[in-house]
Nanobody, 125 residues
């Protein structure tokens, strides 16, 4: 079974940094596209960053460009999200997602991805 387990969330002051991790298992990690999404209370889930397994290209929401970096370690089957210069509006539950057939594009949405983790809370305050 596909399993995605996020970690690294927490409470951070504005301007601070956090690194989220997503440990993946149950599938051939290098063959799947991976993404990070977030959902704030009362808002829809939105795409934050994604990485294409075919060419390693990365895609970011405009709101996080220049501040967040998505990366992965195929040897460890782990996805990361480095978040710098955090803002109050970055407060949300952050989810890791995987899909074997995602077609890379900048305006990716939750329905593009099949498998989901349980999320890790990030609070900027």
């Amino acid at each position: 079974d596909v399993q995605l387990v996020e970690s690294g969330g927490g409470l951070v002051q504005p301007g601070g940094s956090l690194r989220l991790s997503c440990a993946a298992s149950g599938f051939t990690y290098s063959s799947y596209c991976m993404g990070w999404f977030r959902q704030a209370p009362g808002k829809e889930r939105e795409g934050v960053a994604a990485i294409d397994s075919d060419d390693g290209s990365t895609h970011y929401a405009d709101s996080v460009k220049g501040r967040f970096t998505i990366s992965h370690d195929n040897a460890k089957n782990t996805l990361y999200l480095q978040m710098n210069s955090l803002k109050l509006e970055d407060t949300a539950m952050y989810y890791c997602a995987a899909d074997p057939a995602w077609v890379a594009r900048s305006n990716f949405v939750p329905s593009d991805f099949t498998y989901w983790g349980q999320g890790t809370q990030v609070t900027v305050s």
